[in-house]
């Protein structure tokens, strides 16, 4: 009976320490700066690794007044490019947790 409280024990400690591993590359992974880009760099969105939009350069020779909608296509680009990139980064670093658990957006 001891024995089983044992390996229970050992299974808690393993816990808590994927548990503060988890925390610990979440934390590096949100703090992480991302570039989403369009069109040779004339759209440049930055996000932090948790999808906060925190800068976004537009170089102004794309900017033309009687074609908004190709600007509007490369902002879209540049920032899909970004949240893919977080997507994966998230998925390569999380994975190893969160694999096979059925843990949403994760």
Do not use: W
Request: hydrophobic share 40%; net charge negative.
């Amino acid at each position: 009976m001891m024995r089983g409280m044992g390996n229970m024990q050992g299974m808690m400690k393993q816990v808590q320490k994927m548990q503060k591993e988890m925390v610990a590359a979440q934390e590096a992974l949100e703090k992480k700066e991302f570039e989403g880009r369009a069109a040779n760099d004339l759209v440049v969105a930055t996000f932090t690794g948790n999808r906060q939009l925190i800068n976004l350069d537009i170089n102004e020779e794309i900017i033309d007044p009687e074609d908004p909608d190709m600007l509007q296509d490369m902002i879209l680009v540049a920032v899909n490019d970004g949240l893919s990139q977080i997507a994966t980064e998230t998925e390569k670093t999380m994975g190893k947790y969160t694999q096979g658990m059925g843990i949403p957006g994760l």
